[in-house]
């Protein structure tokens, strides 16, 4: 049974600061893992969706690493603004099930002015 | 495109009333989800389609059902309503299982 971890719950930090937001799966036999943002009160935004052929995937100040053999993905995000204050959830394709996902608990992120 | 719709956006519900929430999308999507989220937790898969006419159950399905008799709409129907389904409930669809999802606003719901 596929499972997700995000550790820590919750993280704070200055603005302009680098920042990698960490995530690992027991089953390593995915075939893409997905990024997603959450603002308070509101659904999820997918952010960057990485396959399991690619070892990084890109989007503006984003980017995502994928490495199946360890079960691990991180979201890097560059140059940290309040703005990108949100919860930031991982997920990864349920065992044998490639069209549903397990989500980890998420990361709240907290970038102070 | 509106993306994904969800109504009501709160409700509160008494103890064994029941009510259906409703999704719509606008994409043309083939798959559709429902998922709860519980303060804390991550988000849990409660049923999923991947096309009209055909439903399956997730990881949670106890006290919902659900139809799927258009491409368009997944509602989510809860007959006997109990405190434990106090949740937040998003509908989320993607075109083909292995994609991008996209999300609904969601739902808030109180049983009291």
């Known amino acids: 049974k596929q499972e997700v971890t995000q550790i820590p719950a919750a993280l704070s930090v200055p603005e302009g600061e680098n920042l990698v937001l960490n995530c690992s799966f027991t089953?390593?036999?995915?075939?893409?893992l997905q990024w997603f943002r959450q603002d308070p009160g509101k659904g999820l935004t997918s952010l960057l969706l990485?396959?399991?052929?690619?070892r990084e995937q890109t989007s503006g100040r984003l980017n995502a690493s994928l490495d199946k053999s360890s079960g691990r993905s991180t979201l890097y995000i560059a140059a940290s603004q309040p703005g990108d204050s949100a919860t930031y959830l991982c997920?990864?394709?349920?065992?044998?099930?490639?069209?549903?996902?397990?989500f980890g608990k998420g990361i709240t992120l907290s970038v102070r002015p | 495109n509106a993306g994904v719709t969800q109504t009501p956006k709160f409700r509160i519900l008494k103890i064994g009333q029941s009510m259906t929430l409703q999704c719509a999308q606008d994409?043309?999507?083939?798959?559709m989800y429902w998922y709860r989220q519980d303060p804390g937790m991550g988000l849990k898969l409660i049923y999923y389609?991947?096309?009209?006419?055909?439903?399956d159950k997730g990881e949670v399905p106890n006290g919902y059902n659900v139809s799927r008799s258009t491409t368009e709409d997944f509602p989510l129907r809860l007959e006997l309503a109990a405190p434990s389904q106090t949740s937040v409930y998003f509908c989320?669809?993607?075109?083909?299982?292995?994609?991008?999802?996209?999300f609904g606003p969601g739902t808030r719901l109180l049983v009291l």
């Open positions: 989320a669809s993607s075109y083909r299982g292995w994609e991008t999802q996209y």
């Open positions: 089953d390593s036999a995915i075939y893409n």
């Open positions: 990485i396959q399991s052929s690619q």
């Open positions: 997920a990864a394709p349920h065992t044998g099930a490639n069209s549903k996902l397990t």
């Open positions: 994409m043309n999507h083939n798959y």
């Open positions: 389609s991947v096309g009209a006419g055909i439903t």
